[in-house]
């Protein structure tokens, strides 16, 4: 188990040092002969890294997992350029990169970041909806790169501290929704792109993909061809994410989207199908009663996990550490023990019904819609979409006057306002190569590039890499997003029927009080987390020295927070929930 790092810089024996700064052992691995150049991998930490390697005569280091190398093979033959036989996944693809650039990256289908020392530059490569990440840097006259944010911590060079508008980013969405990360001068590569960086400092990116709304007259005519041309890809989307030789795990909630994964994984699979799902207690509410209905119709060998409170007390700060940004999520710690069941009972690969409701409109978009229904322009009340964006999270965006102390929103003053992540896609220009036509694909779209990749991915990914597991979303599968943006508004939200073309696609596999039952997202009860088993380790750690001298938090606001008293909700999480992972994870990142 490995990450990489990599780096470019005036001398050979400089990006070597700067190499071994990060983390990686000399004599390791094999090395590199690139003048001014060093990459290596970073023994110990969980991930899928391998190289570096060679091919077309570039030198390259990645994560990279593959769904259609027999495709991308062809597209290589016929090309000119073969690849050898049985060639690996990375290989492949930096072939694809070295004969077809950034269309033959477009042509993959997959989870992967690719490192290329390319010519004098490194090159940065990143999947299309962002299922694997990597960081970069510049320091010393050097660019450094690592799908590790903590070995560009350790960078010497870069000297990097905590990032106040990143720490506000946090607190508004409860993850990092874009290129800025917690620390100073680190950015993280935005999904869909490849990013050139040159020995001079300068940047160039290209763009290999980017959603587009596609709509035509045709496609208003009538909605079964979506709804059958849905089902294929769905099809098509699960079988190729499928293990060959060896079981296949779901963690099935009972909801439609992992119910439809595990219906299609029991379907077109020939190796046993086991099902996971989870429970916090007697007593409090879960979606058992759905998922043992679909596993008994699907025939799986389903497991109930019991998470309790005090496991969950137990863990968090593990869980916390594992992630490279932090993700206010109450369900990283029921992940995280997921992920080590499906590693402990001998399965390598994990589906999940991750995506259903940013690609095809899940009822948390409802607010927002109904907020440009009722909208009145002048009115005292209204504000811009992006705004309102923000303000519908019900984070801790509208409480950072009274959350931050005086000195944290002084070094606030001059930073850019979060409403740059959302308004490209929310409020675009009339050139805008963001431009949709339609208000739910424009929150599709939105949720899309900030949420599903810096939150639900990247939370899939490093947690299941700890155990070493991999987990494979198909509903972001980007054809099956692609038909998405193809497929009629109307055909999403139909009435008041949320992901309507989804659930008519995969209507025939699931028993029909599936299909149509409403939405209730996982009932994770963080309030009696907060006030009961948490109390203890809340207290000592938002109250502590240590959070008092890092100044961002004010005492009597988290004092009363901790008493239950001004500001817990439920259903999406307190945001007592978002300070205390913010805490855990500045802790394991020393900051």
Request: one cysteine or more; aromatic letters at 6%.
């Amino acid at each position: 188990m490995a990450r990489f790092c990599m780096s470019l810089a005036p001398t050979t024996d400089g990006a070597r040092a700067h190499v071994r700064a990060m983390g990686a052992i000399p004599g390791v691995g094999p090395e590199i002969t690139v003048p001014r150049a060093d990459a290596a991998l970073l023994r110990g930490e969980p991930g899928p890294a391998e190289g570096p390697f060679t091919a077309c005569g570039l030198t390259a280091t990645g994560e990279v997992t593959l769904h259609n190398a027999p495709a991308l093979r062809d597209a290589l033959e016929q090309h000119g350029t073969p690849a050898p036989a049985r060639c690996p996944d990375a290989e492949l693809l930096l072939r694809c990169w070295a004969s077809l650039g950034a269309e033959g990256v477009a042509l993959a289908e997959g989870m992967f970041v690719l490192a290329v020392l390319d010519g004098t530059d490194l090159v940065l490569i990143r999947d299309h909806v962002g299922a694997r990440t990597v960081f970069y840097a510049r320091a010393d006259g050097a660019w450094s790169a690592s799908t590790s944010l903590r070995a560009l911590r350790r960078w010497p060079a870069l000297g990097t501290s905590l990032n106040p508008a990143a720490v506000r980013s946090f607190l508004t969405f409860a993850y990092l929704p874009g290129e800025e990360t917690l620390l100073t001068g680190v950015r993280e590569v935005l999904p869909g792109r490849v990013l050139r960086l040159s020995p001079d400092g300068s940047v160039s990116e290209t763009v290999h993909w980017e959603p587009v709304e596609r709509l035509d007259r045709d496609a208003l005519d009538g909605p079964q061809d979506h709804v059958l041309g849905l089902r294929a890809l769905l099809e098509d989307a699960v079988a190729c994410r499928l293990p060959e030789a060896d079981p296949v795990a779901v963690l099935l909630s009972g909801g439609i989207d992992s119910s439809l994964v595990t219906a299609l994984a029991a379907k077109l699979h020939s190796r046993p199908v086991r099902t996971y799902s989870i429970s916090f207690g007697d007593g409090l509410p879960n979606e058992l009663g759905y998922s043992g209905l679909v596993a008994a119709h699907c025939g799986t060998r389903h497991r109930v996990l019991n998470v309790s409170g005090a496991t969950v007390a137990a863990r968090l700060a593990e869980a916390a550490a594992l992630l490279d940004s932090p993700v206010g999520d109450p369900l990283t710690v029921p992940n995280l023990l997921l992920a080590e069941a499906v590693a402990d009972e001998g399965a390598s690969v994990v589906l999940n019904g991750e995506g259903g409701d940013p690609v095809f409109g899940g009822p948390k978009n409802l607010p927002m819609l109904v907020q440009e229904m009722q909208r009145e322009s002048g009115a005292p009340w209204d504000e811009d979409r992006a705004t309102a964006y923000l303000r519908s999270y019900r984070k801790c965006w509208t409480d950072l006057p009274v959350l931050l102390t005086p000195q944290a929103l002084d070094a606030l003053a001059g930073a850019p306002r979060p409403q740059r992540f959302v308004e490209p896609y929310l409020l675009p220009g009339p050139d805008s190569p963001y431009r949709m036509s339609s208000l739910l694909n424009q929150l599709l779209h939105c949720n899309l590039r900030t949420k599903g990749a810096h939150h639900i991915l990247t939370k899939v990914e490093r947690l299941t890499s700890s155990q070493g597991v991999e987990g494979r979303a198909p509903l972001f599968d980007r054809r099956v997003v692609d038909h998405a943006f193809a497929t009629p508004p109307v055909y999403k939200l139909r009435g008041t029927v949320e992901k309507w073309v989804l659930k008519e696609a995969v209507r025939d596999l699931l028993p029909g009080t599936v299909v149509d039952r409403p939405k209730s997202g996982m009932r994770v009860p963080v309030q009696q987390w907060l006030t009961g088993p948490l109390r203890d380790l809340g207290n000592d750690l938002l109250l502590g020295r240590g959070a008092r001298e890092r100044g961002l938090f004010r005492q009597d606001t988290i004092r009363t927070w901790l008493k239950g008293e001004g500001t817990l909700l439920p259903r999406q999480g307190g945001k007592l929930w978002l300070v205390l992972t913010l805490e855990l994870w500045l802790r394991s990142y020393d900051l």
